[in-house]
């Protein structure tokens, strides 16, 4: 177990009360605590890697993984497990991927706690993620040791686990939410050109329609992204889906990963 691992471990056994789970040798911790674990990832190379990170770990015990949405559903409806380990941005498969898809899962097999792994530092993306109840978040530009406290986080319950990245763009989050003149409201102005945007027009499009410079529709789409910690428009795409803004299969194209 590593070093996070253990000091995790301890925090939990200290909330829980459970002296079981308090026990130093390896032989109780192996006989109190097995977690079942499935992976979910569309990067065969990230499986790989992530599997063998846990395989060391005596407490896991990988059950399968899938690399869309549609062979995970499947496979959770065969194969029980205590832990989803899932990345963020799968986009083959039935089910889609993000927040909709963490949501079916949550409605569909609601005895499987979520751990999601992703390369998104998009503070109103993992913010949502935070406020549908995703305990636990890792950020693949974290070590994959932070796997292993995660999941022991997921699986407990209760106790909220965010790696250092995560933990550091939910903190400036929180900031700017409880100190809201620090981060002005979109004008409607600004509003209008990013929904325009996401509902597939393009910046040529909006300012023709809009009779307004392509310099002018640019700088209030960029002050838009800016106000919301918004740094790419794939990020910019799934935060109007996330929030119910109507959206166009042609930007979903033009933008999606």
Request: proline share 3%.
């Amino acid at each position: 177990m590593t070093a996070a691992g253990q000091a995790f471990y301890r925090k939990i056994a200290s909330i829980v009360g459970d002296r079981s789970l308090q026990a130093n040798t390896k032989e109780n911790r192996m006989n109190e605590l097995r977690i079942g674990v499935v992976l979910a990832d569309d990067h065969p190379g990230m499986i790989v890697g992530v599997s063998h990170e846990l395989s060391r770990m005596k407490e896991i015990e990988l059950k399968g993984h899938a690399t869309n949405s549609t062979e995970l559903v499947e496979l959770l409806e065969t194969t029980p497990c205590d832990v989803l380990v899932s990345d963020y941005a799968m986009p083959a498969g039935k089910y889609g991927d993000g927040i909709a898809l963490f949501g079916f899962i949550r409605r569909r097999f609601p005895d499987v706690k979520l751990v999601v792994l992703t390369m998104l530092d998009n503070p109103a993306i993992l913010g949502s993620l935070d406020d549908i109840g995703v305990r636990a978040i890792v950020s693949k530009a974290d070590a994959v040791s932070y796997l292993f406290p995660a999941i022991l986080a997921a699986h407990t319950g209760g106790i909220k686990y965010h790696s250092p990245t995560v933990a550091d763009v939910l903190k400036d989050r929180e900031t700017r939410l409880a100190h809201p003149n620090a981060k002005a409201e979109l004008s409607l102005r600004e509003t209008e050109v990013v929904r325009m945007f996401v509902s597939g027009m393009r910046v040529d499009d909006i300012a023709e329609k809009l009779n307004r410079s392509k310099k002018t529709i640019s700088t209030q789409k960029a002050r838009a992204m800016a106000k919301l910690g918004i740094k790419s428009d794939t990020d910019l795409i799934k935060y109007a889906v996330e929030n119910g803004w109507e959206t166009s299969s042609r930007a979903t194209r033009d933008h999606g990963e």
